[in-house]
């Protein structure tokens, strides 16, 4: 029996404390249901948690933020490049395309 991707990852964006914030419930279309999963790690190899990871000019895809373990997961609709900007407090804003072949690179601490 094949898998639902779309159905497997609402909860990402839906129910009481979605981990992806800002969404509109319209947003995602089945057909192109795709997961950008990542890991944002510090300049030491530790993980960075709270940054928040957002898709460039496309607010409606919303947020979310990266885990304890510096993990994130974050629900688009696949089919195109996308650029990722990661963000956080005390540290230099992020941007980097993704698809299907690779994620993004390194970012650090500006002080």
């Not at 990661?86 to 970012?107: Q, V």
Request: charged residues 20%.
């Amino acid at each position: 029996m094949a898998t639902d991707l779309a159905q497997t990852t609402a909860f990402l964006y839906r129910g009481a404390n979605p981990i992806q914030t800002g969404v509109s419930s319209t947003t995602f279309r089945p057909e192109h249901a795709a997961v950008v999963r990542g890991r944002v790690l510090k300049r030491d190899g530790g993980p960075l948690t709270g940054v928040t990871v957002t898709v460039l000019n496309h607010p409606e895809f919303g947020a979310t933020k990266s885990r304890a373990d510096g993990g994130y997961d974050l629900a688009v609709n696949g089919g195109s490049l996308l650029t990722l900007t990661l963000a956080k407090e005390g540290f230099c804003r992020c941007s980097g395309k993704c698809g299907r072949t690779g994620g993004i690179g390194r970012w650090w601490r500006t002080r």
